[in-house]
């Protein structure tokens, strides 16, 4: 595929039809939910909501004008109120407001609510919804917060699941850590614009002495890459490199040194592997030899941060353009590295709208 603009507005016109398709009316009768729209996962999957894939759903929504549905920003409340008493926010919830066991073992998606919920904002300037939900996110944080030790945050137990949800990391995650660094650094910022002066002195500094944890115990200096303390200690995942590039926790050499790993060691002529080699500690294949729009899309936004603008419209090309050889309307959740793709997998995926926020930086 080229670069004709003619080639990325049908992208963009795929991943619109596809967040479009996913945006659902609620059955759910109780507190008046019933009819609003939310945005969901793919036909073939359980259609369901999911927290980390809101954060690109939700930003295609309102790049699209979409917002004055409120899919949204209902999505996040439709979350938010089955908070438990322990600050953890419900990882998934169904159109009919049910949940189920797997709702709660995603540690992770609870940081992720938090960015959702601080994006939200920095898209919309709705102070509305930043000050009604600051009391779960402070809530969300300090149930988090409980789960560190040494000053890093652990995943273990029945919550240790994350997005590539058949690839077991138990331990100290160096993906997770920064998502954590950047909730922190957003419950600062809003604590700072609600007038929270004590929050926000307080996440400012917890933020700093996360982002010094993470760089002492977790950079591979000898390689240039950041990885996990636990059992997946010795692969080199994507996620731990582009979210800790992309959200501030390297620095400019770190950065580089990291993407230029996953250019030479990672890129394929489809897009970029999810880690560099075949992974032991899995449950299924699932996750096997997959490439995955959602990840690589921090990973183009690290590129474009480092202002690696051709490698980040190669990445476009490579990820999404053989989308383009196919007859559908929409983009995929995943897919292998020979263009493969199973039956269950998901033809039309939220989380796989993030071209059209990319394709807005190069306007």
């Given amino acids: 595929m080229g670069e004709s603009k003619d080639e990325f507005s049908l992208l963009a016109q795929k991943a619109s039809n596809t967040i479009r398709l996913n945006t659902l009316e609620l059955s759910c009768r109780d507190k008046g939910w019933l009819n609003k729209k939310v945005i969901v996962d793919g036909f073939v999957r359980d259609r369901r909501l999911w927290t980390a894939d809101l954060f690109v759903a939700i930003r295609s929504n309102v790049l699209l004008d979409e917002s004055e549905n409120g899919a949204g920003k209902n999505s996040l409340i439709f979350l938010a109120e089955k908070q438990l008493k322990s600050g953890y926010i419900p990882c998934s919830r169904a159109l009919d407001g049910s949940l189920r066991p797997l709702s709660f073992c995603l540690d992770e998606y609870t940081i992720w609510w938090i960015l959702c919920w601080w994006d939200y904002y920095c898209m919309t300037k709705d102070e509305g919804f930043l000050k009604d939900f600051y009391g779960v996110s402070l809530k969300a944080m300090r149930y988090l917060e409980g789960k560190m030790e ?96 992309l959200f501030g926790v390297s620095d400019k050499n770190q950065s580089r040194n990291s993407l230029e790993f996953i250019r030479k060691n990672m890129w394929t002529d489809l897009g970029t592997l999810i880690v560099d080699r075949p992974y032991k500690w ?31 419209d190669e990445l476009i090309t490579r990820t999404l353009g053989n989308s383009l050889a196919r007859d559908e309307n929409t983009v995929w959740e995943f897919w292998k590295s020979d263009g493969s793709i199973s039956k269950k997998v998901s033809r039309c995926h939220s989380w796989s709208t993030g071209v059209l926020s990319l394709l807005s930086h190069r306007n």
Wanted: net charge neutral; charged share 30%.
């Fill in 150 to 245: 040494d000053g890093l945050f652990v995943q273990k137990g029945l919550r240790s699941l994350n997005w590539c949800w058949t690839l077991l990391r138990m331990g100290k995650v160096a993906y997770s850590n920064a998502l954590l660094y950047k909730a922190m650094l957003s419950v600062a910022e809003a604590s700072g614009i609600l007038g929270k002066a004590s929050e926000e002195s307080e996440y400012l500094e917890k933020s700093s002495n996360l982002k010094a944890r993470i760089n002492d115990e977790m950079w591979d200096d000898a390689i240039g890459v950041y990885r996990d303390i636990g059992i997946s200690k010795d692969y080199v995942f994507l996620d731990n490199n582009v979210i800790c590039s």
């Fill in 282 to 312: 899995r449950f299924s294949d699932w996750h096997k030899d997959v490439i995955c729009p959602f990840m690589s899309y921090f990973e183009i936004e690290a590129r474009m941060k480092m202002r690696q603008r051709k490698l980040a």
